[in-house]
């Protein structure tokens, strides 16, 4: 039986808020396990760098504050299976560091896979495809309702740099935010700013930079709205969830009512 490797929360009929949580899960299969090269307790430590540790539950907690209820889009497998958010292609800038869709070292730079073209060919048979499907078909159907879709890529970052990253010294603010020049519209920007600055200082496109588009509306389709927040792990942890929460709830509903 095919590993299904979403899930989508549906949200209301006239919500046009996606909530994508594409790192949250530390779930791998047994047969993608087989493939990696760390024993247990390694494997364990990647999980907890690697992991957008209660992004799920942040998405979750937000949805039930909102007004609106938005829809949710969720990974249900580790990032370390396939990453569902990389370019599948040459432009992928992780290439370079052994982490783009199917990765190859782990977060430290330590070896995660060997190489292997036709196994990273079928994993994203298997998941990629299937998981960038999904959600093109979730937002189409948003589209022909509504007219407009507006995604919050919900992720974490941990207090400190990995060793195996392309950001090396950047900045590393409570609330960075990703935009991109052609999804980020300028009155979404003004929106999460002002929202995320609640939670602490905000920094865009600082250490992570760009948003997830499918990539059939890749540059080609302003309708398609979106900001990506990355949230410094010590901010959503006790209090500082339901702070969070309640902030990308506010957003969510200021979203709405500038329709």
């Known amino acids: 039986m095919a590993t299904v490797n979403f899930e989508i929360r549906e949200g209301d009929s006239d919500s046009t808020v996606i909530l994508h949580v594409p790192h949250a899960s530390r779930e791998i299969p047994l047969a993608e396990r087989d493939d990696l090269l760390l024993d247990e307790p390694a494997l364990n430590r990647e999980l907890d760098a690697m992991t957008d540790t209660d992004t799920d539950l942040l998405a979750i907690a937000a949805r039930n504050q909102a007004k609106v209820k938005p829809w949710i889009f969720q990974n249900k497998l580790s990032r370390l299976v396939i990453d569902p958010e990389r370019f599948p292609d040459d432009r992928e800038v992780m290439n370079s560091i052994g982490m783009g869709v199917v990765y190859l070292k782990t977060s430290d730079g330590s070896d995660l896979r060997e190489i292997d073209k036709v196994r990273d060919s079928q994993l994203l048979e298997r998941f990629f495809h299937?998981?960038?499907?999904?959600?093109?078909?979730?937002?189409?159907?948003?589209?022909?309702?509504?007219?407009?879709?507006?995604?919050?890529?919900?992720?974490?970052?941990?207090?400190?740099?990995?060793?195996?990253?392309?950001?090396?010294?950047?900045?590393?603010?409570?609330?960075?935010?990703?935009?991109?020049?052609?999804?980020?519209?300028?009155?979404?920007?003004?929106?999460?700013?002002?929202?995320?600055?609640?939670?602490?200082?905000?920094?865009?496109?600082?250490?992570?930079?760009g948003t997830y588009v499918p990539l059939s509306r890749y540059r080609v389709d302003s309708r398609v709205s979106s900001v990506m927040m990355e949230n410094r792990e010590d901010t959503i942890v006790g209090a500082g969830l339901s702070r969070s929460a309640t902030v990308l709830a506010d957003l969510i509903d200021a979203i709405e009512e500038s329709r």
Do not use: M
């Open 130 to 209: 299937p998981y960038a499907l999904a959600f093109e078909e979730l937002v189409r159907s948003v589209l022909n309702r509504l007219g407009k879709v507006t995604i919050i890529d919900v992720h974490s970052y941990p207090r400190f740099e990995h060793l195996n990253g392309v950001n090396k010294g950047q900045r590393r603010p409570a609330v960075c935010l990703g935009v991109d020049d052609f999804h980020t519209p300028a009155w979404l920007l003004n929106l999460a700013q002002s929202h995320f600055s609640r939670a602490g200082d905000v920094i865009i496109n600082e250490p992570y930079a």
